[in-house]
């Protein structure tokens, strides 16, 4: 088990550097720079900027410069937004992208898999037939077609849910992570019943039955953990999609996450706010891979040995 | 037949009305008409009315949904080439080639994607060209996951060493043997790689990174339509709907594919 | 009364009859053996009654005076938790994989209701079915375990709850033929102790007629006879009966009439094949080590070895169709270089032929391809009209009719698809077959046609075989000689007589009790 999570690691560091370094060299081969404004800076203020920021050095070494930073936490100043650091936007912007996140994805399991496991009792049957076109519906429900859907709905019309803004207590959240969430929601269904379903043709669930277990016990204690194998490594692209969907719906629901930063930065060409954003994604999507695997090995002891 | 594959039926239906509706309607999608700017829905002569600066919603809606097909067939034949040439040779030549190729797929999996493509975006220019190149690259590792697979449980299958011991040329066994026996499987992936294609490359217009003005995709309906909804509810209920209809409809025929085919 | 007792029995899946007319009876202690080939309805007979397939039983079932035929959920539910144990074919996949040995041994323990075993009980249990060091494995996960140690815990989780009968559907089809007779005797020995009635199900007559007391003989779903066993095996009625009997090899029947074979053929010097782990890990499996190996014109050698014994890797090395890392294989006295290096007339001399006849066929080819896919290569002179031809004549030579070759692989039975897969071999006239367990997978009647098949064809082309099995018997019929594998060497080798009566390495004696 250490073992993994080491190797894992050791893979994960590498990994995270091709990104950093790719993204990096990406943004400076980019035509334009961050001071190209309305009016034009004259020659000798742009070159001031450029020493100041440390642009004007060779690429590598600002690479390296920028990197050897990063090891100490420290991102970087902001180009565009000047009185602050790259760091303090992170600190701003990440527990709301977060929290949506992290909430999108507990509402996503809890009704996919409730979903997913009523279906496959009900195998073939109306009920079965029915949430699995819904779960195929959800899917394809995009978060920038739900997010303004929804607001347009629940906010302008019903007047029942903020439109707009974090402001007072929870309910500026539903909709965001209700949005975030659906299409989660419906793959997991999927996953969940299609797991099951293959799971319940086993053997071992024909010993169970030899053996006289009541039905439901042999879903739960027999079945279950290896039908949820499929929703485990989907975990991993599921938290990059959240991630990608919060940018539309911190953009739509006006919240200042990081995706809006990351979105503004990339269109203004804040080379260390956007570099901060991915690296900061990058971490957080190896991260969430490594404890996938570590589900795996507890739905299945067999993927233990890896 | 027709009622087995209604959706996919349903999806060629909108096609063609996307590429044969310009030719019927006096307006064309960037055309301002002056005079019925903000005009409601079912008001002569436009039949879903104009938007905020008088452009007919109707000529609007099928030069969109042009585009964002288009897109979306370009990158996922891209995809479908890339992840067949990927896949089968990891799954082909095996060992640690098919180790190495297979380990970059699962580090690109775990990469947050849609920044690199908006990177790029940023980066090129926004163009269409790279919006479907910049696609179709994103979405080939899935269909070179699963050929990869299909290829390395072939490749033991007994006939293909049979076809060896028969003195069979390499190239000959993949093309006769290796190729013809997951062609199902690589199509019912193509099948759902459209859809997939048909989100990223609306998601990137929404949110102006994608398709550019004059040109206009689903994603750029949605983006207007999401803006100016307080006084226009249409113009985001309908671009919406219609994205919608066509990704829930490709999906689940894509999803018939697979389970016929796996 | 009986313990158990079958009468009329039909089973119905999506309303087509599978089974009818069966009826059989199993008492205290005793074993009743059902042999069948597949499709014969055999595994349907023992498992429908319980509700653990997916057809419907009707008749007259009755178990320990319970009828199950008009049992409803429930009681047939409590009916398998107090009365019956299971054992099925594969031990691989029949025990849950996340759950570990002793959780799934004390829930078995537990179903018909007794208290909560401790834990010292539990390892009794594993002891009294062989397994050493018992309380180790009470934590372990099924995957940890060999196929045998699998299928040993699953017999103690059949017996944990004291049922009065045992059901065991192919127990040791999938297990390592060595492992057989011990499994076999484990059964017998459990049977006696507890006064358990059991209820065996095999496709292998000879497996089983050292442990059943009565036979039940079906096939496509009728019963063809039943009786005491050593009365259909010495004096049966039916002549399919006649016909399995016939077809089942046997160590004690007259010795075959072989062709006198001519100079060396093929010979393999100190071969060995070794693979790369799997992953990033170092190190090597070796799988083969110093193989030296003989084969004469027209001869057959016997390549007998367990699962993971390195036969297979050695044949798929001499027909050209998998790695060689040291050593050399010699064809009359030149060496005949590896995978890659092989021309066509080299190809040539060596076809293969497999275990699984359908997965030896590409499902997309016709058969008029398939069998002609040799004579595209390694003759390419050859015009299509000729092609077809040939065809068509290796079809006679398989006993196919020359309808065949416009079918797709789909369409045929097992039997038919391995003649095609022969006939696919000799089309290009060979001189040396590689048959990797060529049998194995069929009907014990069909394997004894395609056994026929092959000594006809070396009777009339002169050919020479490499018969890679598992099963002594099977080999007796068609080889002058044998050579022994286990852990990738050669331990033995000779006359195929005398190795069989003077078995001397260990591993040839398992193989040879075992048959």
């Known amino acids: 088990m250490l073992a993994l999570i080491t190797r894992r690691l050791m893979t994960a560091i590498p990994t995270l550097l091709v990104i950093i370094l790719a993204s990096f060299f990406l943004m400076r081969l980019a035509p334009g720079g961050p001071f190209d404004g309305e009016r034009p800076l004259d020659p000798a203020t742009q070159a001031a900027l450029q020493q100041a920021y440390g642009l004007d050095r060779p690429l590598w070494e600002q690479a390296w410069l920028y990197i050897s930073r990063l090891v100490q936490g420290d991102f970087g100043p902001s180009l565009v937004y000047r009185d602050f650091t790259v760091s303090e936007l992170i600190a701003q912007g990440l527990p709301i992208s977060l929290t949506l996140g992290g909430l999108a994805i507990v509402l996503a399991l809890m009704i996919g898999v409730t979903a997913g496991l009523f279906a496959a009792v009900r195998a073939g049957q109306a009920a079965d037939k029915t949430i699995m076109m819904l779960a195929t519906v959800a899917t394809a429900l995009p978060t920038f077609v739900t997010g303004p859907a929804l607001a347009l709905f629940f906010g302008l019309w019903l007047g029942l849910l903020p439109v707009s803004g974090t402001g007072q207590g929870g309910a500026w959240l539903i909709m965001p992570v209700v949005a975030l969430a659906l299409p989660v929601s419906g793959a997991i269904a999927k996953l969940t019943r299609a797991g099951l379903a293959s799971v319940l043709k086993q053997d071992h669930i024909r010993t169970a039955r030899a053996r006289g277990l009541p039905e439901v016990k042999i879903l739960f204690k027999h079945g279950l953990r290896p039908a949820l194998v499929p929703v485990a490594s989907y975990l991993g692209p599921a938290a990059a999609g959240l991630l990608t969907g919060a940018v539309v719906v911190e953009t739509v629901f006006g919240l200042p996450g990081l995706g809006r930063y990351f979105v503004q930065g990339a269109l203004n060409r804040d080379y260390p706010l956007v570099l901060g954003v991915v690296t900061l994604y990058a971490a957080l999507i190896i991260l969430f891979n490594l404890f996938a695997d570590l589900i795996y090995g507890w739905l299945d002891p067999r993927m233990r040995e890896g | ?262 | 009364m009986s313990l158990y007792e079958i009468d009329q029995l039909a089973v119905e899946i999506a309303g087509k009859r599978l089974v009818q007319n069966v009826s059989l009876t199993v008492e205290a202690g005793q074993c009743t053996a059902i042999i069948g080939g597949s499709g014969s309805g055999k595994s349907l007979t023992c498992l429908t009654p319980f509700g653990l397939s997916p057809g419907i039983a009707s008749g007259a079932m009755i178990l320990d005076g319970i009828d199950l035929a008009s049992a409803d959920h429930q009681q047939l539910r409590n009916a398998r938790s107090r009365l019956t144990g299971f054992v099925f074919q594969q031990p691989q996949t029949a025990l849950t994989p996340h759950l570990t040995v002793g959780s799934q041994l004390q829930e078995a323990a537990m179903q018909a209701g007794s208290p909560r075993p401790s834990r010292k009980e539990l390892a009794l249990m594993l002891e009294r079915v062989g397994l050493t060091r018992a309380d180790e494995r009470l934590d372990q996960f099924p995957h940890r375990l060999s196929g045998g140690e699998r299928q040993r815990v699953m017999i103690a989780a059949a017996i944990a709850h004291h049922p009065k009968l045992l059901i065991a559907d192919e127990p040791t089809s999938a297990l390592d033929a060595s492992l057989r007779a011990e499994i076999m005797d484990l059964l017998d020995e459990l049977r006696a102790e507890h006064q358990l009635g059991m209820l065996l199900v095999s496709h292998d007559l000879a497996s089983v007629e050292g442990h059943a007391d009565q036979l039940v003989v079906m096939a496509k779903g009728r019963l063809v006879e039943k009786g005491a066993t050593r009365t259909i095996i010495t004096r049966p009625a039916k002549d399919y009966t006649r016909r399995l009997i016939a077809a089942t090899p046997r160590l004690d029947e007259a010795p075959p009439k072989l062709g006198q074979p001519g100079e060396p053929l093929l010979e393999t010097v100190d071969v060995g094949v070794e693979f790369p782990r799997p992953g990033w890990r170092s190190g090597k499996i070796r799988a083969v080590v110093n193989a030296d190996i003989m084969i004469r014109q027209g001869e057959s050698l016997a390549l007998v070895g367990g699962s993971g014994s390195g036969k297979s890797t050695l044949g798929r090395a001499i027909a050209g169709i998998g790695p060689v890392t040291s050593g050399e294989i010699r064809w009359q006295g030149a060496p005949l270089p590896g995978r890659r290096q092989r021309n066509l007339a080299m190809r040539q001399l060596i076809q293969p032929v497999f275990q699984d006849p359908v997965a030896s066929l590409d499902p997309q080819w016709r058969v008029e391809d398939i069998v002609s896919e040799p004579l595209r290569n390694l003759r390419p002179g050859l015009i299509a009209v000729d092609r077809s031809e040939m065809a068509r004549q290796a079809m006679l030579e398989v006993d196919l009719t020359e309808d065949f070759l416009s079918r797709s692989p789909a369409s045929l039975s097992g039997g038919q698809a391995q003649r095609v897969a022969i006939a696919r071999a000799v089309i290009a006239a060979p001189q040396l077959l590689v048959l990797d367990e060529a049998t194995s997978a069929l009907d014990p009647l069909v394997g004894a046609e395609i056994l026929d098949l092959l000594l006809r064809l070396q009777a009339d082309n002169g050919l020479s075989l490499l018969f890679i099995t598992h099963d002594v018997a099977a080999a007796r019929r068609i080889c002058h000689r044998i050579a022994v594998m286990e852990e990738g060497r050669i331990v033995e080798s000779g006359a195929m007589q005398a190795v069989i009566e003077h078995p001397k390495h260990p591993a040839t004696q398992r193989l040879v009790a075992a048959s």
């Open chain 2, 1 to 262: 037949m027709l009622k087995r594959h209604l959706p996919l039926a349903l999806v060629l239906l909108i096609a063609a009305l996307a590429l044969l509706l310009p030719f019927f309607l006096p307006w064309s999608y960037d055309q301002i008409d002056w005079d019925a700017v903000r005009a409601p829905a079912f008001s002569e002569p436009h039949i879903f009315g104009t938007d905020d600066i008088g452009r007919d919603r109707l000529a609007r809606l099928a030069a969109g949904t042009r585009i964002t097909l288009l897109v979306a067939m370009a990158a996922a034949l891209v995809s479908l080439v890339v992840g067949i040439a990927w896949g089968a040779t990891a799954g082909w030549i095996g060992g640690k080639v098919d180790e190495l190729m297979m380990r970059i797929v699962d580090g690109l999996y775990a990469l947050p994607f849609m920044f690199i493509v908006i990177l790029l975006m940023v980066v090129f220019g926004r163009s269409i060209l790279l919006v479907f190149v910049g696609i179709g690259l994103v979405e080939w590792l899935t269909m070179a996951r699963v050929v990869r697979g299909q290829v390395m449980a072939l490749k033991q299958r007994p006939f293909i060493l049979a076809a060896e011991a028969a003195g069979t040329p390499s190239t000959t066994i993949v093309l006769r043997h290796i190729l013809p026996n997951i062609a199902g499987v690589a199509l019912a992936y193509l099948m759902l790689t459209v859809p997939q294609v048909v989100m990223v490359e609306s998601f990137l217009s929404f949110l102006g990174l994608g398709v550019q003005e004059p040109l206009t995709s689903l994603g750029i309906l949605v983006k207007e339509g999401a803006d100016d909804m307080d006084m226009a509810p249409l113009g985001l209920l309908l671009p919406g709907g219609l994205l919608v209809l066509i990704l829930v409809c490709l999906t689940i025929e894509g999803e018939r594919l697979r389970d016929r085919f796996s």
